[in-house]
């Protein structure tokens, strides 16, 4: 298992010098689905290499979102500067394209002063967005998803799915019946150009923003997994996600169609102060909710080059991240 701090028989990992940064250092990324460690594996690389990391995550750009999205502590974030956390606030929408040009910035901004900088995170859009290439799509148009919001509570998911079968079966087919984020957005798309997805990606594509050295945590034991998932959704609770949304309602104007609010464990607690669910409900419908999460990342992630792919249950991990760190430090 991964542990925040590198104990006793570890390879010998030199400090970052400057020769090690500049415009020329190399780019780690370490991406994972949700609860496999990436953090702690990251915040023990970066101080070991003299590195800062750089966030991707959807839900940690939101300002007061601390606790559902699992922010690094105060501690942590004095130990390794972190960045593309609390940038934005939770009314407002952030996305993949904004990210894009966000993180680009940050790389510069931290080879500029001769650090080594480390993505981690485990939003796959994000990541694919950066190192695959991006299209540069229409920005959402606020009344145009505010009346498919209508459309899906008035007719219901599956309906939504029906219609985006009909207007554009191949996406469709790759869209799950449930995900009523990408049904939402492939519609608005449609309405929005007249064209299915695909042609818009061809027509609108971009090259990758920046190349990185990835390594990918997948857990080998599922059912380990999801304890460790279901484990940490229960800490959030207890640790007071339902009162830190309750605090954000009061702060911000708040809808469930934001894409803050869209995220896992935020869109179960609205529920739950909604009165759509009891205590026992919100535990286990944002449980689930986590391990859905992390079967579209592990897929996502499957499906991304990358060159280095650990299991973070075995105790193996951070042996060979160290070594791996090392030899792409190194040249």
């Given at each position: 298992m991964i542990t925040e701090t590198p104990r006793l028989g570890l390879p010998a990992v030199p400090q970052a010098t400057s020769g090690q940064g500049g415009q020329d250092a190399p780019v780690l990324a370490i991406i994972g689905p949700?609860?496999?460690?990436?953090?702690?594996?990251?915040?023990?690389?970066?101080?070991?290499?003299?590195?800062?990391?750089?966030?991707?995550?959807?839900?940690?750009?939101?300002?007061?979102?601390?606790?559902?999205?699992?922010?690094?502590?105060?501690?942590?974030?004095?130990?390794?500067?972190?960045?593309?956390?609390?940038i934005?606030?939770?009314?407002?929408?952030?996305?993949?394209?904004?990210?894009?040009?966000?993180?680009?910035?940050?790389?510069t901004d931290v080879r500029g002063r001769g650090r080594l900088p480390i993505l981690v995170g485990g939003t796959m859009l994000y990541v694919r967005s950066l190192l695959s290439g991006i299209a540069e799509l229409p920005q959402s148009d606020p009344e145009l998803r505010e009346r498919i919001d209508a459309r899906i509570a008035r007719h219901g998911l599956p309906a939504a799915h029906a219609e985006l079968l009909r207007l554009d079966p191949d996406s469709a087919a790759r869209i799950q019946p449930a995900d009523r984020q990408r049904i939402q957005r492939a519609l608005e798309l449609?309405?929005?150009?007249?064209?299915p997805l695909?042609?818009?990606?061809?027509?609108?594509?971009?090259?990758?923003?920046?190349?990185?050295?990835?390594?990918?945590?997948?857990?080998?034991?599922?059912?380990?997994?999801?304890?460790a998932i279901d484990a940490r959704f229960?800490?959030?609770?207890?640790?007071?996600?339902?009162?830190?949304?309750r605090e954000l309602r009061t702060r911000f104007a708040l809808h469930p169609g934001l894409p803050s609010m869209r995220s896992v464990g935020y869109r179960q607690a609205w529920?739950?102060?909604?009165?759509?669910?009891?205590?026992?409900?919100?535990?286990?419908?944002?449980?689930?909710?986590?391990?859905?999460?992390?079967?579209?990342?592990?897929?996502?992630?499957?499906?991304?080059?990358?060159?280095?792919?650990?299991?973070?249950?075995?105790?193996?991990?951070?042996?060979?991240?160290?070594?791996?760190?090392?030899?792409?430090?190194?040249?």
């Open positions: 949700t609860a496999s460690g990436k953090s702690s594996l990251a915040l023990t690389l970066a101080e070991r290499l003299g590195a800062e990391i750089i966030s991707i995550d959807s839900a940690a750009v939101y300002r007061g979102m601390d606790i559902g999205s699992a922010k690094p502590t105060p501690e942590q974030r004095a130990r390794v500067p972190h960045h593309l956390i609390d934005e606030d939770p009314d407002h929408a952030y996305s993949a394209g904004r990210f894009v040009r966000d993180a680009q910035a940050s790389v449609i309405e929005l150009t007249g064209k695909q042609r818009l990606y061809r027509e609108h594509a971009r090259p990758p923003a920046l190349h990185a050295r990835v390594l990918a945590l997948l857990p080998g034991d599922r059912a380990v997994h999801h304890a229960s800490k959030m609770l207890k640790d007071g996600m339902v009162d830190e949304l529920t739950y102060l909604e009165g759509g669910t009891d205590e026992a409900g919100l535990l286990s419908a944002g449980s689930a909710a986590s391990r859905q999460l992390a079967k579209r990342q592990s897929t996502w992630l499957r499906q991304l080059p990358r060159e280095l792919t650990l299991d973070p249950q075995s105790p193996d991990c951070l042996h060979s991240a160290l070594a791996w760190s090392q030899a792409v430090c190194s040249g």
